[in-house]
């Protein structure tokens, strides 16, 4: 008996969305976060041979292309933003600081550890058991990670305490 | 109070999860099925290959193949004859020899009744038994001679 190989852009509409709220939850820039997903997918259909169904379902295999490219594009910036902190003068940091608080302004302001739980956990919405293989982790340690991420959160949003964004900007809030 | 904590953030986080709009859903999934044209391409190449196959199968069993096969060198005959240059003579009429027609209606081979028909070749070399010549041979042959139909009558007398 012959085995059809299943595609796993099939849904591409309900994966685009969920990749995207993955992405989107990872990186700050919207823009950044755009050109990600599209590498992503472009990459996925060049690939699209190699999908295993036997070793994951299909979100599990696009958040591995997303996560590769995250990092590529996250080592880019790092290079990039090396030779930009110096030029950002003090009025930026000013009006940057009375923009308003957002939640996804504190999730980007926790570590990326954190926020990958976070994009997995509520972003595509994995249980926390399907984390922990994701991670190669235990899934104890999946809860109590992401217990720490969602009080780090809490007191962000509840205190209003100033936060660290990825880029090294201090930002205030309003909330 | 942990589990107030996941109830509240784990709610909010889900609810405002980010959303893409319409058009970059609709941007992205066209660029994946355009791919996916393409791939159809190969899959029209395969069928069109398979009814080619069943084609000369059906071709094969109806005993067409021999006919099928002998066409090109036909064709080629004629279009070589067709295109060789005779200005002095008479084009030859072509005539295919091998086919049914030809062979219930085309020309029979002739029974030589000995009389001769021009063809034995030059007629000097012919015996003329009433001249008293022999012939480049011995005897007179028999059948050479309608003036003597030897042993058996064969119509001349």
Known sequence: ????????????????????????????????????????????????????????????????????????????????????????????????????????????????????????????????????????????????ALHRARERLRAIMTTGASIETPGGMRRGSTV | MGRNVEDEIGHELRENRPVPTDEYVASVARSVRGHRRVRGAGRRLAVAAVLSVTAIVALAATGGMSQASSAPQSVAKIVKTAFKSKPAKAQKVNR???????????????????????????????????????????????????GNSGGKNRGGD
């Open chain 2, 96 to 146: 295919v020899s091998n086919s049914a027609a030809n062979n219930q209606y085309g020309e029979k081979p002739k029974c030589n009744s000995g009389r001769g028909n021009g063809s034995e070749g030059d007629p000097s070399q012919l015996i003329d038994p009433h001249a008293g010549g022999t012939g480049p041979g011995t005897y007179p042959t028999l059948d050479c001679d309608p």
């Open chain 1, 1 to 144: 008996m012959i085995k059809r190989r299943r595609d796993p852009l099939a849904e591409v509409e309900s994966l685009i969305s969920d990749v995207y709220a993955y992405v989107a939850y990872r990186v700050p820039n919207h823009a950044d976060a755009e050109e990600i997903i599209s590498a992503v997918f472009e990459r996925a259909v060049r690939y699209r041979k190699t999908y295993d169904g036997s070793k994951g379902s299909p979100i599990a295999w696009l958040i591995g292309i997303a996560r590769t490219q995250i990092a590529e594009q996250q080592c880019q910036r790092h290079h990039a933003e090396l030779e930009l902190t110096e030029a950002v003068d003090d009025a930026d940091l000013e009006a940057s600081s009375l923009e308003r608080l957002t939640l996804h302004d504190a999730v980007r302001s926790l570590d990326d550890r954190s926020r990958e739980l976070i994009a997995l956990r509520y972003g595509i919405g994995l249980s926390t058991r399907e984390i922990a293989e994701e991670m190669c982790l235990e899934e104890n340690a999946v809860n109590v």
